[in-house]
């Protein structure tokens, strides 16, 4: 089961990146101007903040079987019409109802952790949480090839059926569990509960601190990093600059068990080492026109941080408050979106303005942040620890 939502997720998640390696492709097929092509990654986006505002939330007042096979096929739905879409006007219509119908992953997750055992909530949600980072980093790698196969519409095509197959699956292998509904439960209530949750839980406002700052760093790597190793003097081509993706799969997967150290409350230890080996991770990245060997250790090290961080931030809030885990992954969720916007566009100026020494001092300074912010506010705080917390509270 948990293998089954990993594979969901990392699937739903591709679903937003495929279109970043295509959008050449996708202009000149549809006539399209520069300028506007550009919209199809910010709708996406768009549509994606907006399902974790409207969508997620329903975790907790829905059926999540119903929700969650809904949201899948809705999704195929959505990807097909993107894969045959006529015209830029549909195009860019199909990618805002794949942003918003791939909020399923947040729903999954916090579905997962209801489903798991306290004492290994974080484990589960370590486990789920890889095929989301897995998805992210071999999106661009899995649509190049299959663009040089058939051209960019067959990447949505292909992965519409996909998605069919698993809203089958996911439908005959979920359980039903239909959450304890809040006495006089709506759907307004329900969505003003998602913005109370920032009042009453300090430690959801503290790890949302994170979501921002740790995504941020993420992706001035990952949305910058094309520019220096496509330019000359390396002029790498694209199927070469994806293979990274592997390499930082490799450090992200390595950290999906951090969730078993929240599990024993050692949740603050290792956010405080991980946000240290993030740090120091940009220093062989900034090597990177002399070796870029350095280069991909220095992938491994931020992607091994961002995961541990992300896994327990996710096992920590949801351990606070398991009957609320749909609101509080959505809302934490939003400052991962944010923080990835503002990560995207920061280090393409500064790159621009700086070279790529620019963006490496930019991302160190962002992770250097995130640590002072651990050491001064957080490093303290008592935090849940699994099953003995949950005893506690009852």
């Not at 039903?176 to 009042?199: E, I, N």
Request: glycine residues 10%; proline residues 4%; positive net charge.
């Amino acid at each position: 089961m948990v293998l089954l939502f990993a594979v969901a997720c990392g699937l739903s998640v591709a679903n937003i990146y495929f279109a970043q390696p295509l959008l050449d492709t996708m202009a000149q097929d549809l006539a399209i101007t520069p300028a506007v092509i550009g919209g199809v990654v910010t709708l996406t986006q768009i549509g994606y903040a907006f399902g974790l505002v409207l969508i997620v939330p329903l975790g907790d007042l829905w059926d999540r079987h119903r929700l969650i096979v809904g949201q899948t096929v809705l999704s195929a739905i959505a990807l097909t019409i993107v894969g045959t879409a006529p015209n830029a006007a549909v195009l860019l219509a199909g990618m805002v109802l794949v942003g918003l119908l791939a909020v399923v992953i947040q729903v999954l997750v916090a579905y997962a952790a209801t489903l798991a055992v306290p004492a290994d909530r974080g484990r589960t949600i370590g486990t789920v949480t890889s095929g989301v980072v897995s998805g992210i980093l071999l999106a661009r790698f899995a649509a190049g090839a299959l663009a040089d196969l058939g051209g960019w519409r067959v990447v949505y095509l292909t992965s519409a059926a996909l998605t069919l197959v698993l809203a089958a699956l996911l439908a005959r292998a979920m359980p039903r569990h239909a959450p304890q509904p809040m006495a006089g439960s709506s759907y307004a209530k329900l969505l003003r509960s998602t913005v109370a949750l920032f009042v009453e839980e300090p430690i959801l406002r503290e790890r949302a601190v994170f979501a921002l700052l740790i995504f941020a760093s993420f992706s001035m790597f990952w949305s910058s990093v094309v520019l220096p190793l496509a330019a000359p003097p390396l002029t790498l081509s694209h199927t070469t600059i994806g293979m990274l993706g592997i390499a930082g799969l490799a450090g992200a997967l390595a950290a999906r068990n951090s969730g078993r150290l929240a599990d024993r409350g050692w949740g603050q230890r290792t956010t405080g080492l991980s946000l240290m080996l993030m740090l120091v991770g940009w220093a062989p990245i900034a090597f990177l026109h002399t070796s870029l060997w350095l280069v991909l250790v220095g992938v491994v090290m931020i992607d091994f941080a961002v995961q541990a961080v992300h896994v327990t931030n996710q096992s920590l809030i949801v351990a606070a408050r398991p009957d609320a885990s749909s609101r509080l992954i959505g809302a934490y969720m939003v400052f991962y979106a944010i923080g990835s916007g503002l990560g995207a566009i920061s280090s393409t100026v500064v790159y621009a303005m700086a070279g790529w020494i620019g963006v490496c001092v930019l991302g160190a300074a962002t992770s250097a942040i995130a640590l002072l912010f651990w050491v001064i506010v957080v490093s303290k705080t008592p935090v849940p620890v699994g099953a003995a917390y949950e005893c506690g509270r009852s």
